[in-house]
């Protein structure tokens, strides 16, 4: 059981250090590259999986006008994940994931009333902790990933202010 342990130690060590590697290239992949986004995602899977992730964006921010109003760049993201049971089951309970993606996006050049519609996909590679969530073998610490979506970049220039907050306090 201790080697098990031991085992899984070594393998975030090796994740973590492979996922700052690959963070530090893409960032001098570019004399123009720069970390351009910060995001948090949440997501549900199956058998009651839960996902937590921090995103890093990275890009040049070169967009390739396509001639009909629209333009397309590429940029990179790399990812540190949590997964977790929602519920008790037995198996595994929890697993870290690292990953990166390169991403394309098309969007509106110029914004219409309510904002600047995109589409974007990706295809990434991605390093697991565990093979095992719950009952379900992933069959290897190695794995690739996918995504598709759309959204709007709301209205710019936005007149607004924003913060940077740090929240305590007691809830009963």
């Known amino acids: 059981m201790q080697q ?21 290239g893409l960032l001098l992949a570019g004399r123009a590259a720069a970390l351009k986004a910060i995001t948090i995602d949440m997501g549900y899977g199956l058998e009651d999986a839960r ?7 990275v890009s040049d921010h070169r967009p390739t006008p396509t001639g009909e109003g629209w333009s397309w760049h590429q940029y990179w993201e790399a990812n540190l994940s ?21 991403n394309f996006r098309i969007e509106r050049v110029k914004a219409w009333r309510w904002g600047r519609p995109y589409l974007e996909a990706g295809v990434g590679v991605h390093l697991l902790s565990k093979v095992h969530i719950g009952a379900r073998n992933l069959g290897s610490s190695f794995q690739f990933g996918s995504h598709a979506g ?13 913060f940077g907050m740090v929240r305590f306090g007691y809830r009963w």
Request: charged share 20%; no cysteine.
């Open 4 to 24: 098990t342990a031991i085992a899984s130690r070594s393998r975030i060590s090796i994740a973590a250090l492979v996922a700052g590697a690959l963070l530090f």
């Open 82 to 102: 949590y997964w977790y049971l929602y519920k008790h089951k037995k198996g595994v309970r929890d697993l870290f994931e690292l990953g990166i993606t390169p």
């Open 150 to 162: 759309l959204g709007i970049r709301l209205k710019e220039p936005n007149p607004g202010i924003n």
């Open 51 to 57: 996902l937590l992730r921090l995103n890093f964006g």
